[in-house]
């Protein structure tokens, strides 16, 4: 995936189930993520068009995955299995052989897909986060 993809990719996720967008997903905190994380998120096309999307980083010892999105129309063809095998095939040759993705607790369609690729649904972990906004609330 390249900055170029932003429109497109955009689109999907706007479009998709699931897909809560934020701030950090304007086409500047995508450039930053993308050079921080280079080769390591990807998109499919089909006919010019961004039909999938995934995004991916690490922290040098675990990865971590957004954004897996897939058109309506284009999915169970194979193209979210796909985009994740070759994520996580960079993440690997990275040194990375663990990752984590977090899905809204309603997104049954993205649980299913998980579930289904063999990854473990966690219960022994809360996830806490803070916005930092300048208050000194840490």
């Given at each position: ?76 063809a194979g ?31 993205a649980r ?27």
């Amino acid at each position: 995936m390249q900055i170029d993809d932003y429109d497109g990719a955009l689109a999907l996720w706007q479009s998709a189930d699931g897909v809560q967008l934020r701030s950090a997903d304007s086409r500047e905190g995508i450039a930053r993520y993308l050079t921080r994380n280079p080769g390591l998120s990807f998109v499919a096309e089909s006919g010019g068009k961004v039909v999938g999307t995934i995004m991916a980083g690490h922290d040098g010892r675990r990865g971590y995955i957004q954004h897996l999105a897939v058109k309506a129309q284009s999915r169970n063809a194979g193209i979210g299995s796909e985009l994740l095998r070759r994520c996580l095939a960079t993440l690997k040759q990275a040194g990375i052989g663990k990752s984590h993705v977090h899905i809204l607790s309603d997104n049954h369609i993205a649980r299913e897909f998980w579930i289904a690729r063999g990854w473990e649904l966690r219960d022994d972990i809360d996830v806490f986060s803070f916005v930092n906004d300048g208050d000194d609330n840490a």
